[in-house]
């Protein structure tokens, strides 16, 4: 109400003065005055909006953690956020999945010691069933997951099971795959390795029944559900864009989203394809490329939105004066925040067989640091998972007591 009201009084006082002009200076003093009130009104409508009380950071939220899709790195985000306000984690008993062949029961959780618990963060392994994630968390919170190039799915989890992955479908490596692929030679295709692993992962994870995996019909339908089901769908290739939209729909600060890139594969533990073999792969994994095609898109929808919403003026006018847009903004931001976060605390990175303790993971084919330990903080930024979820064990056995 009060910068309207300077306004008006800016816009009297404005012509007023132009008034007194002779006439052929009207025209260029109301040129002047013109842009002169356009530019204080954007001013003072970016002071209003600046004054109003921050929005409320959401502290409860799910996390469909799909494999091989960075989402160790997005889990970890979260892990920290949890461990600074002293959340609550759903946890099974041990391990790190919350379910494995079947879509998650909230019931799983009824042998706990800490089934009472009231939860505030979803975000291990599990086979997505929001029903039952929301039944457990007592509320409809913001639900999100990321999704990632189904070839380089299929390529890195390949890679990052090896040997058994490989051994299971009696491949030696990823091009052998291949070819079994084409020739369709195996009848374990539509299998999994070891009940978990294999054909269109992505579907698998998010709930999808292996048995319409070849039914465009079905397959539509189920891409549909999702995208109402889910309020962000990152893309692991674009991590500090799909960081930037997670900030802004959970309302955090850009420091809860610095972030080292975790459970990275050896960079000699990996395969080129040929063009060929990765049309093979994308025809074999057609439900997952529909679904990362679709929420791609649903993903640069959401960029747009952002610029629009919190851009100074349109795209093409920011393109004209070589401005970048809201979403370069804050990437090179957070860009610049992770660099920052990466020269203070890390050391060195190692193979994951030569690290130890809290920040040795799972599996040896990673990559992983060795931390400042000047700086005790830094440690959660390269915990292992393991390590990580010992902790919320803890905390969560002495709040069931």
Not at 78 to 85: E, S
Not at 142 to 170: A, C, K, N
Request: hydrophobic content about 40%.
């Amino acid at each position: 109400m009060q910068s309207t009201n300077f306004i008006t009084v800016i816009i009297r006082s404005s012509l007023h003065a132009i008034r007194g002009r002779p006439p052929r200076l009207r025209k260029r003093c109301f040129s002047k005055w013109f842009f002169a009130l356009v530019s204080i009104s954007c001013l003072l409508i970016l002071l209003s909006v600046h004054q109003k009380s921050p929005p409320q950071v959401f502290r409860k939220l799910a996390f469909m953690k799909n494999h091989k899709c960075a989402s160790s790195t997005v889990q970890n985000i979260i892990l920290r956020f949890a461990h600074k306000n002293k959340l609550n984690v759903v946890l099974p008993v041990d391990g790190n999945y919350l379910s494995t062949t079947e879509l998650f029961d909230h019931s799983s959780l009824d042998d706990t010691k800490w089934k009472n618990v009231e939860f505030d963060i979803f975000c291990l392994h599990n086979r997505w069933n929001k029903k039952e994630v929301m039944a457990l968390l007592r509320e409809d919170i913001p639900s999100l997951t990321i999704v990632r190039d189904p070839v380089q799915v299929l390529e890195s989890m390949f890679h990052y099971l090896q040997p058994e992955f490989g051994e299971f479908y009696g491949a030696g490596d990823i091009h052998e795959m291949v070819i079994i692929i084409q020739n369709g030679s195996s009848p374990l295709l539509n299998k999994r390795a070891g009940d978990l692993y294999g054909r269109n992962q992505m579907a698998w994870d998010m709930g999808l029944s292996p048995e319409i995996f070849d039914d465009e019909i079905a397959i539509t339908k189920e891409i549909e559900r999702l995208d109402r089901e889910f309020d962000l769908v990152m893309v692991a290739n674009r991590m500090e864009e799909s960081l930037v939209l997670l900030k802004h729909l959970l309302n955090w600060p850009l420091e809860n989203v610095v972030h080292l890139n975790l459970n990275r594969r050896k960079p000699e533990i990996s395969s080129v394809l040929s063009a060929n073999e990765r049309r093979v792969l994308s025809d074999w994994l057609a439900a997952d490329v529909r679904i990362f095609e679709h929420f791609s898109r649903r993903f640069d929808e959401r960029v747009a939105e952002l610029n629009r919403k919190h851009s100074f003026m349109p795209n093409f006018l920011a393109g004209l004066y070589g401005l970048n847009s809201a979403m370069e903004k804050e990437k090179q931001l957070l860009v610049e925040a992770n660099k920052q976060l990466y020269d203070t605390c890390v050391l060195q990175e190692l193979g994951n067989e030569q690290l130890n303790g809290e920040f040795k993971e799972y599996n040896d084919n990673t990559m992983g640091f060795v931390v400042d330990k000047k700086h005790e903080w830094c440690a959660l930024y390269a915990m292992s998972e393991s390590a990580f979820l010992k902790r919320f064990r803890d905390l969560l056995l002495s709040r069931a007591e």
